[in-house]
């Protein structure tokens, strides 16, 4: 069943607890983009809808990530899961989750 009222987005990164409601989206978003430069393209791989005010969206993304701390950077790719719902006529991202493609580190 799908939540009904699910105005609040949630963002579950790999390797870090979910962020749950606007103020912590906008937090952990602000923390990872102070952090990092993120230079990628994201391709989309499919689209379903699931109901008419729910819709999820998978992708792949691939580029690059600069981290600021260091100055180090290498290769970015993920695959992508988004959970759009649509609210008053505006489609919002309900539910994003990521993981790395890129090979483990050796």
């Known amino acids: 069943m799908l939540p009904t009222g699910c105005s609040d987005g949630v963002f579950m990164p790999q ?5 749950i409601g606007v103020s912590a989206v906008r937090k952990a978003y602000d923390a990872v983009f102070q952090a990092v430069k ?9 689209v379903v809808e ?4 729910w819709v999820f969206a998978r992708t792949n993304s691939a580029g690059t990530v600069k981290v600021y ?10 695959q992508e899961l988004f959970l759009f719902q649509k609210i008053a006529d ?3 991202i ?3 989750c990521f993981s790395t493609t890129n090979p483990p580190h050796a």
């Open 38 to 46: 993120l230079t990628v393209k994201f391709n989309v791989a499919e």
């Open 50 to 53: 699931m109901a008419p005010n």
């Open 90 to 92: 505006a489609w919002k």
């Open 69 to 78: 701390a260091t100055g180090s950077g290498g290769p970015e790719a993920n």
């Open 15 to 19: 390797n870090s607890p979910s962020s």
């Open 94 to 96: 309900a539910r994003y």
